[in-house]
């Protein structure tokens, strides 16, 4: 007997739970941002709008399905199940955020702020839940097949994201490592940077934007289902063994760009999850390319 449908509702702390844990009370809370030129009021009507939106969302899952909730903070640690139907309530991020944990499971985007949200992921409304939940689960829903980037280093380690990955140094260090095309027996060029991005269409409304516009790029940037992804050099810097003629291109199907460590350590993270995050070191190499999994959004 097949299991019922699960709605998973993603979500994750308000700002104003986000307070109410640093500083205790309500009062306190208060204080801190009176301090600071801030009123309370409109943390509360945002948090009271989160709330609402959580018990509308909830209540339309029909009685037959099973369903739970997951924090932000829990999404490495939770385990989504092919039958689930995943229901993010939050900010565009929050979709971002979870993608990168799913395997083809249809994803629900609910603006629980129109207006202060670009609602390019989160694209509906809470009194809508029911009949998107519904269309989901029959599998007549229209959905959009959003690329993602992975990134698979040589010890087997993935990661997944939506947006973009970036990798680079922990700190404010610089990382060395040699950068060129997959599967080419050149090792590529030796460089020093800040660090590297790869994204995606979804990205280019973000940072992947930033550094095109920074450049004056030439690059189409791609849009959120081609299959193309770019890539930028952050602060390449010029030394007798280092160089800078590799620092942009872009990555079509089955095209890679390997980048292979030449320091103590360098973290790839997706998302801006740099709290999940691969962790490399000398000698290690991770290749980056789009991912066979995509990102089914609900629209």
Sequence with gaps: MSLAPRAVL????????????????HGQAAFFLSSRG??????????DRVRQALREVAAAVPLTWRSTRVERAD??????APQDVVVVVGQDGLVANTAKYLCGQPVV????????????????????????????????????ELTMVEAVADDTQRLLALNEIYLGPPGHQTARY???????????????????????????????????????STAELPAPCDRRLLWFVREAWPSPGTGTTNVAG?????????????????????????????ELTWGQSVRLGIAETSLRLVT
């Design 75 to 80: 999404l490495d640690r939770f385990l989504f």
């Design 10 to 25: 993603v979500h994750r702390r308000t700002e104003y739970e986000e307070l109410l844990a640093r500083h205790g009370t």
């Design 109 to 144: 985007g609910i603006d629980t702020d129109p207006g202060r949200n670009p609602g390019i992921l989160v694209r509906h409304r809470s009194a809508d839940t029911a009949a998107l939940l519904c269309a989901a689960s029959a599998g007549g829903g229209r959905t959009e």
């Design 250 to 278: 872009a990555l079509g199907q089955g095209q890679g760009l390997r980048l292979t460590v030449e320091s103590d350590r360098i973290v790839v993270f997706g998302d801006g999850m740099e709290a999940d995050a691969l």
């Design 178 to 216: 040699r950068l060129g095309p997959d599967g080419e027996e050149d090792p590529g060029e030796a460089q020093a940077s800040s660090g590297v991005l790869v994204g995606t269409g979804t990205g280019a409304t973000g940072w992947l934007r930033s550094l095109w516009l920074e450049r004056g």
């Design 38 to 47: 801030r009123s309370i009021d409109e943390v509360v009507r945002r948090h």
